[in-house]
């Protein structure tokens, strides 16, 4: 029964997770007229705030000091907090440009490029149907660029940096809480001195569009902690397959966002381009799904033939002797 409701929390807090992510396109405009840079740089000074705090609260600072005594994982952290301001940079900038469409893109194809890298840098074997889902992608980008006019490289620019952020934070393994405050603390004095820059030249937005707009823009540690402290508690919870089926929540929502409520364009050669990938990622996530259920039935079945195997009888103790008849 525990178990049970340990799943459903699970599961709320996962949909609360990638929902939150999803519906983010709403909050970004909001801070407008600050430019991406400057949405970007309060996001990393807020979101350490938000975090030490968060950190504090549950006593979890042990990890500091075992952190600073290995240098490469910090040269790994300083790889990854650059990797991920790539990231957020460009989604905020392509959110606040019109282009929700494009940006959902790159978290649609997130999974297929980060398949892609293992196995050219990692070696790793693909099934059948991975190779099928990555070249039906493959197809997808090149029916969007054709749609485009361009490569849709907003779209790839935020897909492959996102799957480099993660294989890099597979390597550091560290905790969400952890990770993003090490991370916003290797960033914190350059986005700090850019904010200040900003405020000594008269082009910051904080301060001189009045209260709202500065908590707003102080709300920004909020938006990026919150949904990062659900998926931590949803990851502990749900099995890793319900994990993967819940990421793609956060594309659909940004999808529907910019056709439904910023009304941008999708001609017939954008339809077919996100149908390619559609169908890519099904047949990723049947494939995934069938290995997963192939995985259980063997563990269930050596547990079986383990428990049916009797059990060795027990050596005679050296120096015993039967007693005489």
Not at 3 to 22: C, P, V
Not at 32 to 40: D, H, K, V
Not at 127 to 140: L, N
Request: charged share 10%; hydrophobic share 55%.
């Amino acid at each position: 029964m525990k178990a049970d409701s340990e799943q459903r929390s699970g599961l709320l807090y996962g949909i609360g997770a990638y929902g939150m992510w999803g519906l983010v396109p709403l909050f970004w405009p909001l801070l407008e007229p600050a430019g991406a840079t400057e949405i970007l740089a309060h996001r990393m000074v807020w979101s350490l705030g938000v975090v030490a705090i968060w950190l504090l609260a549950l006593r979890r600072w042990a990890w500091t000091a075992e952190l600073i005594r290995q240098p490469r994982k910090l040269g790994l952290i300083a790889v990854a907090a650059v990797t991920i301001s790539l990231n957020w940079g460009f989604y905020i900038w392509a959110v606040n440009s019109g282009r929700v469409v494009e940006a959902s893109l790159g978290y649609f194809i997130n999974p297929l490029v980060t398949i892609a890298m293992g196995v050219l840098l990692l070696k790793e074997r693909l099934r059948p149907a991975q190779w099928t889902a990555v070249f039906i992608a493959f197809a997808a980008v090149l029916v969007l660029a054709v749609g485009y006019g361009q490569p849709p490289w907003i779209s790839l620019v935020l897909a492959f940096s996102f799957a480099t952020y993660g294989l890099i934070k597979k390597k550091i393994n560290l905790g969400g809480l952890e990770s993003l405050a090490a991370e916003t603390a290797v960033l914190f004095l350059p986005a700090l001195g850019y904010l200040v820059w900003l405020g000594a030249s008269g082009s910051a937005t904080f301060g001189s569009e009045g209260a709202g707009q500065m908590a707003l823009l102080a709300g920004t540690g909020v938006v990026t902690a919150l949904p990062l402290v659900c998926f931590g508690a949803a990851a502990i919870r749900v099995p890793l397959s319900t994990l993967g089926l819940l990421q793609y929540l956060a594309p659909v929502f940004q999808f529907l966002l910019g056709v439904l409520y910023f009304h941008e364009a999708m001609p017939p050669e954008r339809w077919a381009g996100f149908s390619l990938v559609w169908l890519a990622l099904a047949i990723l996530t049947w494939d995934a799904l069938r290995n997963a259920r192939r995985t259980r039935a063997e563990a269930l079945r050596l547990v079986a033939a383990a428990a049916a195997t009797p059990a060795p009888e027990p050596a005679p103790s050296p120096g015993r002797h039967e007693p005489a008849t």
